[in-house]
């Protein structure tokens, strides 16, 4: 079990830049969008490589969805860019055929929520087959040149790895990006270091958690609730995913949860986490109140789906937490790794939500549209 926070000196150093192309096309990016503006979200696109698959899962008004994706089409420069509406009935159809029916709404649909939306994007990177490597990152980005930092620092990390790596054990890789501040738009001042408050609720839990499962006291979880963050594509499908809020927790509960020792199996895991301290500030949209204690206690929910490996003393923190911040226990729902779903590459299926045919250009594209 390896934990490691780290920054570097400088981001673009020649000699630790692998081979970017090679990457870059490899590497699936899941933009997951709900209602940010459309240059908002053309923003955050302009910052992600031209030679990368772009598989946006929105889960706007559908009344919205074809003017949504007329917009892109006219504007976008990323010929391989995917929208993909969450309540597309393709979706409910292609999960209910497998066995996921806990995805679906009442309205038999697949609900809401932000675990769904990457279990979606998950997905249909799984079904292009060639990404090696997938990254999430959501579209309320006010300031997007963050994240170029953001995928050279996951580039260098996961090839660093790619290029050292041996076939003698299971290994299961996750880059999670941690914000050096939060600043709002119009504050006069950048502030280093500033945590949010589920933040430091969860991953002072999840911290302990950590020396409790693997004798570690020198590390300190700081990336509980990640929205930027990477996986080797292979580590991925061996995770479960989660409802809502509770998806980035859950995942890393889950990863550190592959390293401990199973009776069946002669030897762990071998888990790599690496949280990277980002230089550049994150600018997104402000949450009330209210959003942060849903944050909260969902992110708090995950932690029952893995009870029975749970200290007693860490079920006691959790609980005097919840009662101090008055809230619901809450655990999610949990949805199957995609590996168990025996799922083979399936082009037809996703191109059905590619906004560029290979052979078209954007003229006739915009054509298309206007």
Same mark, same amino acid.
């Given at each position: 079990m390896n934990v490691d926070t780290l920054c570097f000196s400088q981001i673009l150093e020649a000699n630790n830049l692998y081979d970017l192309n090679y990457f870059f096309t490899r590497t699936a990016f899941v933009i997951a969008h709900k209602n940010e503006r459309l240059e908002t979200l053309l923003g955050v696109i302009w910052y992600l490589p031209i030679n990368s698959p772009i598989l946006i899962v929105t889960n706007c008004p559908e009344t919205e969805k074809e003017e949504l994706a007329c917009a892109l089409t006219r504007q976008l420069q990323h010929r391989q860019s995917y929208l993909i509406h969450q309540k597309d009935p393709a979706l409910a159809h292609f999960f209910a055929e497998r066995g996921v029916q806990a995805i679906l709404g009442s309205d038999g649909k697949v609900a809401s929520g932000k675990g769904e939306g990457m279990y979606i994007g998950a997905l249909i990177a799984r079904l292009l087959g060639y990404p090696e490597w997938i990254i999430f990152y959501d579209a309320d980005n006010f300031v997007p040149n963050a994240l170029m930092e953001y995928t050279l620092a996951m580039s260098r990390l996961f090839m660093e790895e790619y290029m050292t790596r041996s076939c003698e054990t299971e290994?299961?890789?996750?880059?999670?990006?941690?914000?050096?501040?939060?600043?709002?738009?119009?504050?006069?001042?950048?502030?280093? =270091?500033?945590?949010?408050?589920?933040? *430091?609720?969860?991953?002072?839990?999840?911290?302990? /958690? &950590?020396?409790?499962?693997?004798?570690?006291?020198?590390?300190?979880?700081?990336?509980?609730?990640?929205?930027?963050?990477?996986?080797?594509?292979?580590?991925?499908?061996?995770?479960?995913?989660?409802? =809502?809020?509770?998806?980035?927790?859950? *995942?890393?509960?889950?990863?550190?949860?592959?390293? /401990? &020792?199973p009776a069946t199996q002669l030897q762990p895991a071998h888990v790599i986490l690496q949280q990277y301290q980002a230089q550049s500030p994150h600018f997104h949209e402000q949450r009330d109140t209210e959003h942060i204690k849903r944050l909260i206690a969902e992110s708090l929910g995950s932690f029952y789906c893995f009870q029975e490996l749970l200290p007693a003393d860490i079920v006691q923190q959790l609980r005097q937490t919840q009662y101090e911040l008055s809230l619901q226990s809450c655990p999610p729902l949990v949805y199957p790794a995609l590996r168990e779903l025996s799922l083979e590459k399936n082009e037809r299926f996703v191109n059905h939500y590619r906004l560029f045919e290979d052979n078209d250009t954007i003229d006739q594209e915009m054509d298309i549209c206007s």
């Open positions: 290994k299961f890789h996750n880059v999670r990006i941690c914000w050096s501040s939060k600043p709002a738009l119009g504050c006069n001042c950048i502030t280093p =270091g500033i945590a949010e408050c589920c933040t *430091q609720v969860v991953s002072s839990i999840m911290t302990k /958690l &950590l020396a409790a499962w693997f004798d570690i006291e020198d590390r300190t979880i700081i990336s509980a609730n990640a929205g930027e963050q990477g996986f080797a594509m292979d580590t991925l499908q061996a995770l479960r995913f989660s409802s =809502g809020y509770s998806i980035e927790t859950f *995942q890393l509960l889950d990863l550190l949860a592959k390293a /401990l &020792l």
